[in-house]
């Protein structure tokens, strides 16, 4: 099963910046990159996620009730190739665009700023290649709903005591 906040945001990242769902890799995974001038986008998460609220609600209507947690993660955005300083760039500035407010909504999610932006090269053989690592904090919610016994008539006892 693949961490769904990774998948998540991997469609959110695809869509912001309408590239092909082939140049995104989910994952530190051994995958070679064959060319270094393609933009490949790698999305990762290396630190541990925080729970940033807990609660829960009852549903009358379906007689549940739904325990949610709300989670922060730190993800990694790794961009190669050509174009990564572009893409990189493009990217970050994307964040604040109303696209980027509906793509999360509807991918519930909350994608905040980036925090840090890492040059880093690559060695592939005797050349070295564009790499960039953009880091930033994305908020999700996950959530249990559990059906909740139904209470038909309610029984009461009535103690008098005079």
């Known amino acids: 099963m693949s961490n769904k906040v990774l998948t998540q945001t991997a469609i959110f990242v695809r869509n912001l910046l309408v590239i092909s769902e082939t140049q995104i890799k989910i994952g530190r995974v051994n995958w070679d990159i064959a060319d270094m001038t393609t933009s490949y986008i790698a999305i990762d998460t290396v630190s541990p996620a925080t729970r940033v609220s807990?609660?829960?609600h009852f549903d009358?209507?379906?007689d549940n009730e739904i325990y949610y947690e709300e989670?922060?993660?730190p993800i990694i955005i790794s961009f190669y190739g050509d174009d990564a300083y572009t893409n990189a760039n493009k990217f970050r500035l994307s964040l604040r665009?109303?696209?980027s407010r509906v793509l999360q909504e509807s991918l519930s999610l909350a994608v905040y700023a980036a925090t840090s932006l890492i040059d880093i090269k690559n060695l592939t053989g005797t050349?070295?290649?564009n790499r960039l690592d953009l880091s930033l904090n994305v908020n999700y919610t996950?959530?249990?709903s559990v059906e909740a016994e139904s209470l038909l008539?309610?029984?009461t006892e009535v103690l008098n005591n005079k």
């Open 71 to 73: 989670w922060q993660t």
């Open 54 to 56: 807990l609660g829960d």
């Open 142 to 144: 996950t959530q249990l």
């Open 127 to 129: 050349k070295f290649n």
């Open 97 to 99: 665009s109303e696209n």
């Open 153 to 155: 008539e309610a029984q």
């Open 60 to 62: 009358s209507d379906n």
